[in-house]
C-alpha cells in the first residue's frame, strides 16, 4: 500500500520533514519511491518557505491510490490540493493526564465521571485555603496574649 507521509530529518531539536511517497512496510526515515515536497514546522505559518510541493506530483500520487497521511492530508487542506480532513475526536485530551491514569478501560462513562467530579474537589481545596488563615490567627493571638500576660 502506498502512503504519502513525512519522513524526519533536520538535526537535533531542528526537524525538517521530507513529504515523500513510501511502502507502508518501508521504515519512517527509510526508502522511499519519489520526494514530493518539505516541511520546516519552525517557521512560522505566513511565510512561504515553510513548505514546498510538487503539486502535479501529489496529484499524480493521489490518483494512483496513495493515501495520505493525518499530518499529510492537513497540509495538502492548507494548500487547497486536497479537502482538508474532519477534525478527531479525543475526548482523553480534555482530562488532566494525572486523572486518564484513574479511568480504566472504561472510556467515556468514566471520563464523564472525571469531569464532573473536577470542581467538586476543587471548591472544598479553596474553602480549606480561606478556613486555615482563621484558624491560626486565634492561636497566634492567644499565644502574644499569653506572653504578655507572662512578661507582667
Same mark, same amino acid.
Given at each position: 500500500?502506498? +502512503?504519502?507521509?513525512?519522513?524526519? %530529518? /533536520? =538535526?537535533?531539536?531542528? *526537524?525538517?520533514?521530507?513529504?515523500?511517497?513510501?511502502?507502508?512496510?518501508?521504515?519512517?526515515? /527509510?526508502?522511499?519511491?519519489?520526494?514530493? %515536497?518539505?516541511? !520546516?514546522?519552525?517557521?512560522?505559518?505566513? #511565510?512561504?518557505?515553510?513548505?514546498?510541493?510538487?503539486?502535479?506530483?501529489?496529484?499524480?500520487?493521489? %490518483? &494512483?491510490?496513495?493515501?495520505? =497521511?493525518?499530518?499529510?492530508?492537513?497540509?495538502? /487542506?492548507? !494548500?487547497?490540493?486536497?479537502?482538508?480532513?474532519?477534525?478527531? !475526536? !479525543?475526548? &482523553?485530551?480534555?482530562?488532566?493526564?494525572?486523572?486518564?491514569?484513574?479511568?480504566?478501560?472504561? /472510556?467515556?462513562?468514566?471520563?464523564? $465521571? @472525571?469531569? =464532573?467530579?473536577?470542581? +467538586? @474537589?476543587? $471548591?472544598?481545596?479553596?474553602?480549606?485555603? @480561606?478556613?486555615?488563615?482563621? $484558624?491560626?490567627? *486565634? +492561636?497566634?493571638?492567644? #499565644? =502574644?496574649?499569653?506572653?504578655?500576660?507572662?512578661?507582667?
Amino acid at each position: 500500500m502506498l +502512503k504519502m507521509r513525512l519522513s524526519m %530529518g /533536520g =538535526t537535533k531539536k531542528r *526537524p525538517v520533514y521530507k513529504i515523500v511517497v513510501a511502502d507502508s512496510r518501508f521504515p519512517r526515515d /527509510g526508502r522511499f519511491i519519489e520526494k514530493l %515536497g518539505f516541511f !520546516n514546522p519552525l517557521i512560522p505559518r505566513e #511565510k512561504k518557505e515553510r513548505m514546498g510541493l510538487d503539486v502535479e506530483r501529489v496529484k499524480y500520487w493521489l %490518483g &494512483q491510490g496513495a493515501q495520505p =497521511t493525518t499530518r499529510v492530508a492537513r497540509l495538502l /487542506g492548507e !494548500n487547497e490540493i486536497m479537502p482538508m480532513p474532519a477534525k478527531g !475526536n !479525543n475526548p &482523553q485530551k480534555a482530562i488532566p493526564k494525572k486523572d486518564r491514569k484513574k479511568t480504566d478501560e472504561g /472510556g467515556e462513562a468514566k471520563a464523564d $465521571a @472525571t469531569k =464532573t467530579e473536577e470542581p +467538586k @474537589t476543587e $471548591a472544598p481545596k479553596e474553602e480549606a485555603k @480561606t478556613e486555615a488563615p482563621k $484558624a491560626e490567627a *486565634p +492561636k497566634e493571638e492567644a #499565644k =502574644t496574649e499569653a506572653s504578655k500576660e507572662e512578661a507582667k
